[in-house]
């Protein structure tokens, strides 16, 4: 069973880092290609950068600065410095099988992650 899940959300305060994780099993291979996304209230879901199978990492122009994506042992980290109001969402984790190329585009990722709550707020 192919699984995608986020972890990691919460409350955070202005200026404070935090650091989501997303965790994936079930895919036959290492050869997959993993996009982070968030969604606010009301607003359009948003990519926030991607790490495609050969560890190359993308970052939309808006995004990037304050958000990267690393690798841990078993899982695909998002970290956000400097927290802003704005950044309060539902991140999510997505994943579509094969080498290149990273995109930023939701519709091109086939499995997604239930998201974890991101508020930030004094």
């Known amino acids: 069973q192919l699984k995608v899940v986020e972890s990691g959300g919460g409350l955070a305060q202005p200026g404070e880092s935090l650091s989501l994780s997303c965790a994936t099993s079930?895919?036959?291979?290492?050869?997959?290609?993993i996009g982070w996304f968030r969604q606010a209230p009301g607003k359009e879901r948003e990519a926030l950068g991607c790490i495609n199978a050969v560890k190359h990492k993308y970052y939309p122009d808006s995004m990037v600065g304050r958000f990267f994506i690393s690798e841990a042992e078993s899982t695909v980290n998002l970290q956000v410095d400097n927290l802003k109001p704005e950044d309060t969402a539902v991140y999510y984790c997505a994943v579509k099988e094969g080498i290149i190329p990273c995109s930023f585009v939701d519709d091109d990722y086939d499995y997604w992650g239930q998201g974890t709550q991101v508020t930030v707020s004094s």
């Open positions: 079930g895919f036959t291979n290492d050869l997959i290609i």
